[in-house]
């Protein structure tokens, strides 16, 4: 998963595989780049940091994306509320929920028990809701300028 987050985000900058290769500190073949990004190949911490560096994003980001998507943690959700109103096959009570939330900045931070309560305040049942609220985790986006 990790490496999946790190061509998306790669791919959102405009780089090619060859350009994160030759840029990167220490120089590196462009095809490890590709076994990184298909998981063939395990990625270093240090690794993850230049990689996220290059592209302009924190490594810390990058890995809480990651580990929320594949649920390895999730004692905080971390929902955005624009990609769930953007979201037409979302859940149309979901979906007033997130309304106000979009008016503002960033996205909703929620406890387990926050979940369970919108679950019972929605009238629905906590594990469905949780599975949807995990596919509108914010992906980290670059804040690099492609060239």
Same mark, same amino acid.
Request: negative net charge.
């Given at each position: ?40 190949? #395990? @990625? +270093? ?6 990689? &996220?560096? $290059? !592209?302009?994003?924190?490594? %810390?980001? =990058? *890995? ?8 390895? #943690? @999730? +004692? ?6 624009? &990609?769930? $109103? !953007?979201?037409?096959?979302? %859940?149309? =009570? *979901? ?18 028990? &926050? ?7 929605l009238d629905l049942d906590a594990p469905d809701l949780l599975d949807c609220l995990v596919r509108y ?11």
């Amino acid at each position: 998963m990790m490496g999946r987050e790190l061509q998306r985000i790669r791919e959102d900058v405009g780089f090619t595989r060859r350009n994160v290769a030759a840029n990167l500190d220490g120089g590196m073949h462009h095809q490890t780049i590709y076994h990184y990004e298909y998981g063939t190949r #395990d @990625l +270093s911490v240090i690794r993850l940091v230049q990689l &996220a560096m $290059l !592209l302009g994003v924190y490594a %810390p980001d =990058v *890995l809480a994306a990651v580990l929320q998507q594949s649920r390895v #943690d @999730l +004692s905080i959700v971390t929902v955005d509320p624009v &990609a769930v $109103l !953007l979201d037409e096959g979302s %859940p149309v =009570v *979901l979906r007033h929920w997130a309304q106000p939330l979009a008016q503002q900045p960033g996205p909703v931070r929620l406890t387990m028990a &926050a979940v369970f309560e919108l679950a019972a305040e929605l009238d629905l049942d906590a594990p469905d809701l949780l599975d949807c609220l995990v596919r509108y985790t914010p992906r980290p986006m670059s804040r690099h300028i492609a060239q």
